[in-house]
């Protein structure tokens, strides 16, 4: 046994040495780690080299994973997830002047967010929840009836501007890295949905659905979006207070609201999140001087 | 003589720190996707520049939410406060650009590789859902309401003049004043 140990060893040692260039340039220029492989064995025919090959190949995987995914691919998840969005939460309510309203703000915020560069959509759906919640990629949903709770336009800037954090901070994205599909190839274009690859891809849009729709993101990640929707909502010239005035409306309504789905069961306690904007708005000093724009808003909020 | 040396260190200190809050506060970035460089303090002033996301900015004075600055080729201006930061933004590669043509809008072309750039390709041509959701959506068996209910909220699309319109007649922002 022990014998075969040693006569291994030097075969194992050679072995690594020879590999081991490639392995670590792998880690910074996976690109010329194939270069050399292919140098080193180019008909593809050493049993040992391909097994590296493959290792950094999937090594490639494993950094992309974890240094971000691809927008095409986080767009493409954020899509299915609207399309479960919409069957359990409800349709777009039918007027396109409030639908467009809705999205002229939403934009404005977003222009102003850490990730101005993307598209972002929005969309008011009929829910008789209090919900709001943002799809990977930046496709936002909004409720109705929380819509319809507002008073004024800053909070409405506020709320959007909150699920806008959430796609700046990639958190939906964050709670499902680990998911399978990301161990193989990772990206959506390469795939086909009736391989195993698309049945992991169906199961992580089904683990990203319990997150976002039962279980809620990390009580961190919905802080750091309150944060964010008072920044980018004051940014662009609304009263970030807005924020704070949603949470009390909730904090209001909670005894006689359906809890399960909304974000009364999805995001922490709302005395919690009061007690920290409340902190955060101590950087706003001129808070009280910004824009509401109630009158406008009201306009729209009577066609709900 | 003691008095004197305790006068010397607090000048000294309060110095120091003077200076320190004006060298950490001269640098500014524009954060937002894109910023006017103003002649004047007010949105009706001539535009000295469009300024990019990333821009770094020199800041020469503050009034009334309006930073006066100078672009690093030499430009002077006045920039709007809730574009710019004092943090440097991160900028992302091969990001679709809302160009305010809904999902048609294009990825950024900063230097992403070949890859992104044939991504980028392939998503300009899409108008409302992608062929890959198209295809989770009858593998799963997603009724027609919620397939036609995504294609018009991603075939939605506002302009930049429309966005600016909506803040000016709100008196949002830099149109506050």
């Given at each position: 046994?022990?014998?075969?140990s040693n006569?291994?060893?030097?075969?194992?040692?050679?072995?690594?040495?020879?590999?081991?260039a490639?392995?670590?340039?792998?880690?910074?220029?996976?690109?010329?780690a194939?270069?050399?492989?292919?140098?080193?064995?180019?008909?593809?025919?050493?049993?040992?080299?391909?097994?590296?090959?493959?290792?950094?190949?999937?090594?490639?995987?494993?950094?992309q994973?974890a240094?971000?995914?691809?927008?095409?691919t986080?767009?493409?998840?954020?899509?299915?997830?609207?399309?479960?969005?919409?069957?359990?939460?409800?349709?777009?309510?039918?007027?396109?002047?409030?639908q467009?309203?809705?999205?002229?703000l939403?934009?404005?915020?977003?222009?102003?967010?850490?990730?101005?560069?993307?598209?972002?959509?929005?969309?008011?759906?009929?829910?008789?929840?209090?919900?709001?919640?943002?799809?990977?990629?930046?496709?936002?949903?909004?409720?109705?009836?929380?819509?319809r709770?507002?008073?004024?336009?800053a909070?409405l800037?506020?709320?959007?501007?909150?699920?806008?954090?959430?796609?700046?901070?990639?958190?939906?994205?964050?709670a499902?890295?680990?998911?399978?599909f990301?161990?193989?190839?990772?990206?959506?274009?390469?795939?086909?949905?009736?391989?195993e690859?698309?049945?992991k891809?169906?199961?992580?849009?089904?683990d990203?659905?319990?997150?976002?729709?039962?279980?809620?993101l990390?009580?961190?990640?919905e802080?750091?979006?309150?944060?964010?929707?008072?920044?980018f909502?004051?940014?662009?010239?609304?009263?970030?207070?807005?924020m704070?005035?949603?949470?009390?409306?909730?904090?209001a309504n909670?005894?006689?609201?359906?809890?399960?789905?909304?974000?009364?069961?999805?995001?922490?306690?709302?005395?919690?999140?009061?007690?920290?904007?409340?902190?955060?708005?101590?950087?706003?000093?001129?808070a009280?001087?910004m824009a509401?724009?109630k009158?406008?808003?009201?306009?729209?909020?009577?066609r709900? | 003589?003691?008095?004197?040396?305790?006068?010397i260190?607090?000048?000294?200190?309060?110095?120091?720190?003077v200076?320190?809050?004006?060298?950490?506060?001269?640098?500014?970035?524009?954060?937002?996707?894109?910023?006017d460089?103003?002649?004047?303090?007010?949105?009706?002033?001539?535009?000295?520049?469009?300024?990019?996301?990333?821009?770094q900015?020199?800041?020469?004075?503050?009034?009334?939410?309006?930073?006066?600055?100078?672009?690093?080729?030499?430009?002077?201006?006045?920039v709007y406060?809730?574009r710019v930061?004092?943090?440097?933004?991160?900028?992302?590669?091969?990001?679709?650009?809302?160009?305010?043509?809904?999902?048609?809008?294009?990825?950024?072309?900063?230097?992403?590789?070949s890859?992104?750039?044939?991504?980028a390709?392939?998503?300009?041509?899409?108008?409302?859902?992608?062929?890959?959701?198209?295809?989770y959506?009858?593998?799963?068996?997603?009724?027609?309401?919620?397939?036609?209910?995504?294609?018009?909220?991603?075939?939605?699309?506002?302009?930049?003049?429309?966005?600016?319109?909506?803040?000016?007649?709100?008196?949002?922002?830099?149109?506050a004043?």
């Amino acid at each position: 046994m022990t014998k075969q140990s040693n006569d291994r060893n030097p075969t194992s040692r050679r072995q690594f040495l020879k590999l081991a260039a490639p392995l670590a340039l792998s880690l910074t220029t996976p690109v010329y780690a194939m270069d050399l492989f292919k140098a080193l064995d180019p008909k593809g025919k050493n049993e040992d080299v391909q097994k590296a090959k493959q290792a950094v190949e999937g090594l490639g995987s494993i950094v992309q994973s974890a240094k971000g995914i691809d927008y095409e691919t986080e767009f493409t998840i954020g899509e299915s997830l609207a399309l479960e969005g919409f069957q359990r939460y409800g349709l777009p309510v039918e007027d396109k002047k409030l639908q467009d309203y809705v999205n002229t703000l939403g934009k404005a915020v977003a222009k102003n967010s850490l990730r101005p560069d993307i598209a972002y959509y929005f969309v008011v759906v009929q829910s008789p929840l209090y919900n709001a919640f943002a799809c990977p990629g930046g496709i936002v949903f909004v409720s109705s009836q929380l819509v319809r709770s507002m008073d004024d336009e800053a909070e409405l800037a506020c709320v959007l501007a909150h699920e806008v954090g959430h796609v700046s901070h990639k958190h939906a994205l964050h709670a499902i890295r680990r998911a399978k599909f990301f161990e193989g190839v990772g990206k959506i274009g390469t795939i086909s949905m009736d391989s195993e690859e698309g049945r992991k891809y169906r199961s992580m849009i089904g683990d990203l659905q319990s997150v976002l729709f039962d279980k809620g993101l990390d009580k961190n990640m919905e802080f750091e979006a309150d944060k964010a929707g008072m920044e980018f909502a004051y940014r662009t010239g609304y009263d970030p207070r807005g924020m704070i005035r949603v949470l009390e409306m909730l904090e209001a309504n909670k005894d006689s609201a359906t809890i399960k789905g909304s974000w009364f069961s999805t995001h922490p306690p709302v005395d919690a999140r009061l007690e920290r904007c409340r902190q955060h708005l101590a950087l706003y000093r001129d808070a009280s001087a910004m824009a509401t724009v109630k009158d406008r808003f009201l306009d729209y909020r009577k066609r709900l | 003589m003691k008095i004197q040396i305790q006068r010397i260190i607090f000048l000294a200190v309060f110095f120091w720190a003077v200076v320190a809050i004006a060298v950490a506060q001269e640098t500014l970035w524009v954060t937002s996707a894109e910023a006017d460089l103003k002649a004047g303090r007010s949105v009706s002033s001539d535009t000295v520049a469009e300024l990019q996301r990333g821009t770094q900015l020199s800041v020469e004075a503050y009034e009334s939410r309006w930073y006066r600055v100078s672009t690093e080729d030499g430009k002077t201006g006045w920039v709007y406060r809730g574009r710019v930061s004092e943090t440097r933004p991160e900028i992302s590669e091969g990001e679709k650009k809302d160009e305010g043509g809904g999902i048609g809008g294009l990825l950024g072309g900063l230097g992403g590789s070949s890859v992104e750039t044939d991504a980028a390709d392939s998503a300009r041509s899409i108008r409302g859902l992608s062929p890959e959701a198209k295809a989770y959506a009858e593998k799963t068996g997603t009724p027609k309401q919620s397939r036609d209910a995504l294609d018009q909220v991603l075939s939605l699309s506002i302009s930049e003049n429309a966005i600016e319109s909506f803040l000016e007649k709100g008196h949002v922002g830099k149109y506050a004043e």
